[in-house]
């Protein structure tokens, strides 16, 4: 498992090695519950894809603290996601990005077209109206039960 850190105007799109699919699939962390169904899903739709997976964690900084200096320590925040992803025992790589605005993360973080898998949720709720917007952007998202 690979961790990144990296603040939104660093972003470093994730690449594959020589040999390794390049298709990937993004699980972005909501909640602990609902990100462990998510790769779950996501490593169903990896196996049939040869497609590795990625799990993006945003963590917004509020404005009073320097973005380097996020209230939860990175560190902290890191180990915690070491053990998510160990937790469901899915070959996962953690990135975690910091900033100011969770969904301008988001947008750097992905790469044109990427797969995401979300939480299904009702057009009106958060979750319903991210994967909307995502969908405009033309990434493909699909909704884990």
């Known amino acids: 498992?690979?961790?990144?850190?990296?603040?939104?105007?660093?972003?470093?799109?994730?690449?594959?090695?020589?040999?390794?699919?390049?298709?990937?699939?993004?699980?972005?962390?909501?909640?602990t519950k609902a990100t462990l169904q998510n790769l779950k899903t996501a490593a169903e739709?990896?196996?049939?894809?040869?497609?590795?997976?990625?799990?993006?964690?945003?963590?917004?900084?509020?404005?009073?603290l320097a973005v380097e200096s996020p209230s939860v320590p990175l560190e902290f925040t890191r180990r915690r996601f070491r053990t998510v992803a160990a937790g469901a025992r899915i070959d996962t790589q953690v990135d975690i990005r910091v900033g100011?605005?969770?969904?301008?993360?988001?947008?750097?973080?992905?790469?044109?077209?990427?797969?995401?898998?979300?939480e299904r949720g009702a057009w009106w709720t958060r979750q319903g109206r991210l994967a909307k917007r995502l969908e405009r952007l033309g990434h493909q998202v699909v909704l884990a039960s």
């Open 100 to 118: 100011r605005e969770r969904i301008q993360l988001l947008e750097a973080a992905l790469q044109p077209g990427s797969v995401i898998v979300l």
């Open 1 to 31: 498992m690979t961790l990144l850190s990296s603040a939104p105007s660093f972003a470093r799109p994730v690449t594959a090695s020589p040999g390794e699919s390049s298709l990937e699939i993004v699980v972005v962390h909501t909640t």
């Open 45 to 64: 739709l990896a196996a049939g894809l040869g497609a590795h997976i990625r799990l993006l964690v945003l963590e917004v900084v509020p404005y009073p």
